[in-house]
């Protein structure tokens, strides 16, 4: 089993009218064994800013701590926030530093940027940026997702139809996949609120 | 196999570990105790590599020993379970430590919590656990007859029904348990569950 699929997880992230969601699995596994049903893998690093991180759960922990206090030290010396296409470059540095050593992660990046126009990319473990207008995913159920944000996807979408979309295709995307599952976890940011949600699907 | 297994209830904590040393083929004894009590309110259950095992779980007692006397309050549960994800993230890619962790403790403010800390160091916050074979079992048991807020006699009930699960199912099953619990009052031993004695030291 590749070292990428020890946990297991599910990520997705898109973009709808000046909105985004992001929205991840919520199984902690070993293997073949769930250790937990309520993993966290989506993180706030600002309130218009938000990182999934994929892969495996001892990286992604080292990885969002070096991020929040890389984003802590930005915000004391520029007196701002990040913004998120700037936070990207930052994750890809940050992995491609450890190209001979790398993370287990990839990490999927979700935020508004300028004039709240939304922005999400992913990466691959050494940081290969992927930006992208439509739909971004991540995790050991990201062929299951790539199918079905493909399909369910379009552009535009108010915050109420946007999370209704993305929840489906996580749902139905993890349930192919046994490594990942127990419920989802979505978040839906607009300019002005974040709204957070749990999703009960197919608890096994 | 080493069994490791805890559990929340109703304030307090339990973390049960089989007691055997065991090398290839051959038990060395079967009353070697693989719960450490950290601090006052503190237990550390490990399993995993006998050497590695006592060296890291004694380099956190007294880490945990130092912050008290230098900062004059103890580390909560929290903290003393992101100390020690810290130390096994930071040794993961240099000098690994092959341990496995659970993490029991009781704080004034948030009452009794669990950590499972695997051997690479992926940390969560959890009701319920076990590592080893022995997990298959425990687990599932618990899984069955866990519910929130137990009583003590409930718990040891429940705990009973694991190691018996455990001693019917397991091949190479641990005769001997120890039961340690943390509560209000502190961190102490609760019980043993033996079936086979060590022989007394004789006289010549």
């Known amino acids: 089993m590749s070292i990428f699929e020890y946990n297991g997880s599910a990520l997705v992230a898109m973009v709808g009218k000046n909105c985004f969601a992001i929205a991840s699995d919520r199984r902690l596994g070993v293997q073949l064994q769930t250790v937990a049903t309520d993993f966290q893998r989506i993180f706030k690093i600002h309130d218009k800013l938000f990182i999934g991180l994929s892969g495996l759960a001892t990286d992604a922990q080292t990885l969002y701590q070096r991020l929040v206090f890389r984003h802590k030290l930005y915000q004391l010396r520029e007196e701002r926030d990040m913004k998120p296409e700037t936070f990207a470059s930052l994750v890809s540095a940050i992995l491609y530093e450890k190209r001979f050593g790398p993370y287990f992660c990839q990490p999927v990046i979700a935020g508004l940027g300028d004039e709240d126009k939304p922005f999400i990319c992913t990466m691959d473990s050494i940081g290969a940026k992927e930006l992208a207008k439509d739909f971004v995913v991540a995790g050991t159920a990201s062929e299951s997702l790539y199918g079905a944000c493909e399909a369910m996807f379009k552009p535009d979408m108010e915050p109420e139809e946007l999370f209704e979309t993305i929840s489906q295709a996580l749902l139905s995307s993890v349930d192919r996949d046994c490594l990942s599952g127990w419920g989802g976890h979505v978040y839906v940011v607009t300019p002005t609120e974040v709204t957070e949600r749990i999703l009960k699907g197919r608890m096994d | ?204």
Not at chain 2, 41 to 59: I, N
């Open chain 2, 1 to 204: 196999m080493e069994c490791v297994f805890g559990l929340v209830g109703k304030g307090f904590a339990l973390v049960v570990a089989d007691t055997s040393a065991v090398h290839s083929i051959l038990v060395h004894k079967s009353n070697e105790d693989k719960v450490m009590i950290l601090d006052s309110h503190k237990l550390m259950g490990a399993s995993g590599e006998p050497g590695d095992r006592v060296q890291f779980t004694e380099y956190i007692q007294k880490n945990v020993a130092l912050y008290q006397f230098r900062n004059g309050i103890p580390l909560t549960t929290a903290a003393a379970a992101n100390f020690t994800r810290g130390e096994l993230a930071t040794a993961l890619r240099k000098n690994p430590y092959s341990v496995n962790i659970l993490l029991a403790g009781y704080d004034k403010e948030t009452g009794p919590s669990l950590y499972y800390i695997d051997y690479i160091a992926s940390l969560h916050k959890v009701d319920k656990a076990a590592f080893g074979y022995g997990s298959y079992f425990s687990l599932a048991m618990m899984d069955r007859h866990y519910h929130r807020d137990m009583t003590v006699e409930e718990a040891i009930e429940l705990v009973d029904k694991c190691i018996i699960e455990i001693r019917t199912r397991l091949v190479v099953a641990p005769p001997n348990f120890v039961i340690k619990i943390v509560d209000e009052k502190g961190a102490r031993e609760y019980a043993w569950r033996e079936s086979i004695k060590d022989a007394p030291l004789s006289a010549v």
